[in-house]
């Protein structure tokens, strides 16, 4: 079970780096994707912070508390609800952490491990942290770019991400008078998806609406918010957000623990 646990949180990031890369309208910094398990009914989406391109964003550190929930109603009316807490950080050199416990992935369970997702630009790095068992793997960063906030914002307009390219038929995005949470001003937009009759084999149309708060001072997502009539409601949101320099030694692997030189790309 450790293993499967390990293997679903490097397919993670290859599946979200490979999303970001491959999105044309979504933000250029962020981009929150999700992994879908094609073998439930349940969305299984577990999302993560991912750069654009190999970029990270120096002199904004933060850190917050970032909560996922999805929601599925079932034709008898009954409702499968699943939360997932994850600890997020960055720190001003561009450096990003992740932790947060995984006891399932999409229909399998497995081993409650925590997890600890590092992505160091400087060190040209990325370390997965297994708390469980003190291993930490450890894979080389190719392309990493340091880049300051207000040189992104001049070159990027924030958006969301597009789901998915067979649903890309109609897409219409709008602009929605800026937010404000928890003290930080935040860009709101929306987009609706329109996938058409006999698109996927559904006699009716299906509409998919997608609401994103994003913060362009932070480059940070603070709110998601997506509705897809196949799988449910997905909502996530950044908590307690604060912006002091975190400790160095949260991007550090810990001494204790057996590092193993993942060389090969994850697949």
């Known amino acids: ?25 979504g933000p250029q910094v962020l981009v929150l994707s999700g992994l879908k398990s094609d073998t439930s009914s349940s969305p ?3 999302y993560r912070e991912v750069m654009r391109g190999g970029e990270f964003v120096k002199s904004a550190p933060y850190s917050a508390t970032a909560l996922t ?9 009954n409702r499968i609800v699943h939360k997932s807490v994850a600890a997020l950080t960055r720190d001003s050199e ?58 992104k914002h001049s070159e990027s307009n924030p958006g969301v991400p597009s789901i ?14 800026n937010e404000n949470i928890d003290g930080i001003r935040c860009e709101h937009m929306i987009e609706t998806q ?10 009716r149309q299906i509409i998919i609406t997608s609401e994103t708060c994003a913060s362009p001072d932070l480059h940070l997502l603070l709110l998601r918010k997506r509705s897809d009539p196949r799988f449910g409601n997905t909502a996530y949101r950044l908590m307690d957000i604060r912006r002091a320099e ?12 057996k590092v193993s030189d993942d060389s090969a790309p994850p697949r």
């Open 246 to 257: 975190p400790d160095a030694s949260l991007f550090q692997i810990p001494g204790d623990f």
């Open 164 to 177: 998915s390219a067979e649903t890309m038929a109609d897409v219409n995005q709008q602009a929605l008078p």
């Open 94 to 151: 561009g450096r990003t952490r992740r932790e947060e416990t995984v006891s399932n992935f999409g229909p399998l369970p497995t081993t409650k491990s925590t997890l600890v997702f590092i992505t160091d630009p400087v060190a040209r790095a990325e370390y997965i942290l297994d708390l469980n068992h003190h291993i930490a793997h450890v894979q080389k960063l190719q392309g990493a770019k340091i880049i300051a906030p207000e040189q």
């Open 44 to 46: 299984g989406f577990i």
């Open 194 to 203: 329109t996938i058409p009759a006999g698109s996927i084999g559904n006699d």
């Open 1 to 25: 079970m450790k293993t499967i646990a390990l293997c679903a949180s490097i397919l993670i990031i290859a599946v979200t780096v490979g999303s970001a890369q491959n999105s044309v309208n």
């Open 69 to 77: 929930e999805t929601t599925q109603v079932l034709l008898d009316g």
